[in-house]
């Protein structure tokens, strides 16, 4: 089954441009230099005929505090699903701005499930305690339910394999979904990780910059793991204002290009077996 997979976001925590900044990339008038927070889309045909579906199903990964423009850039009505990698700032502040979207699913039949590790829900329901709290009474909080994330969830016909990779000290969550996957904020990949990643057409990496971090990887260290895993194509995000978009793709291997904000790829989703 072919979806479509669209980058809502490719910046860092702190976007591009970033506040107070003044460097060429941050003042750049190409618009593959404006970065908001990391996040992407993937939505497929709804095949469920009885009862009539709604036409699309919607699975999003992370709602930053971008969401809501990527929402409305992207004319976004309706989700299926959330999919959380951790619970940093940049990767859960959108959650609220699901409000207006989990109405019009409740009214479906059931609030939006958010898939995410215990480590992750726990965080989660501290921060938006006045949308998970039993005792909440916000009247229009958001209609959401929090869901353990597996190694392997469905979300109508179509598998998500959670795919562990390191941000610095702590384990979070990459995706594999039929022949792509999406890894931000990695800093290191464990070896069992890699046999998840086999047979694959499109691969997300994050790749800040070139200078070392502790919690995240450099181009040159993306760039060795998009050739062990062999992808048709590797796109890096989570991409800082130290990388111009066309200053750094000419500098990347064939196969290897920088993401931008609204790129829209063709995926397979289709099940793997792994």
């Known amino acids: 089954m072919e979806g479509r997979l669209t980058f809502l976001g490719t910046g860092t925590s702190m976007g591009v441009p970033t506040l107070g900044c003044v460097c060429a990339v941050c003042t750049s008038n190409d618009p593959h230099d404006r970065r908001l927070r990391p996040s992407v889309l993937i939505r497929w045909p709804d095949i469920k005929t ?12 992370d709602t930053g505090p971008d969401f809501r423009e990527q929402a409305l850039r992207t004319g976004l009505t309706r989700l299926d699903a959330v999919f959380y990698t951790h619970a940093h700032a940049d990767h859960i502040l959108g959650l609220d701005d699901l409000r207006p979207l989990s109405f019009t699913v409740f009214r479906e039949g059931g609030p939006i499930p958010l898939y995410a590790s215990e480590e992750t829900a726990a965080d989660v329901r501290r921060i938006f305690d006045y949308t998970f709290s039993p005792d909440a009474t916000y009247p229009t909080r958001a209609r959401v339910r929090l869901e353990p994330l597996g190694a392997r969830t469905n979300v109508h016909g179509v598998d998500f394999l959670r795919v562990p990779v390191m941000h610095g000290e ?17 800093s290191s990949i464990p070896e069992s990780s890699f046999a998840l990643l086999q047979g694959l057409d499109h691969l997300v990496l994050s790749a800040l910059r070139h200078k070392p971090h502790p919690n995240h990887a450099t181009v040159e260290q993306a760039v060795g793991w998009a050739r062990r895993i062999g992808a ?22 064939d196969g290897i290009r920088l993401a931008y904000d609204g790129l829209d790829l063709p995926v397979d989703l289709d099940p793997v077996n792994l």
């Open 50 to 61: 009885t009862p009539p579906g709604p036409g699309e199903r919607v699975v999003v990964i």
């Open 232 to 253: 048709r194509q590797t796109w890096l995000t989570h991409i800082a204002h130290e990388l111009g978009h066309e200053q750094t793709n000419r500098t990347l291997p």
């Open 170 to 186: 702590m384990q979070i969550a990459g995706f594999r979904f039929g022949r792509a996957a999406y890894l931000t904020d990695v």
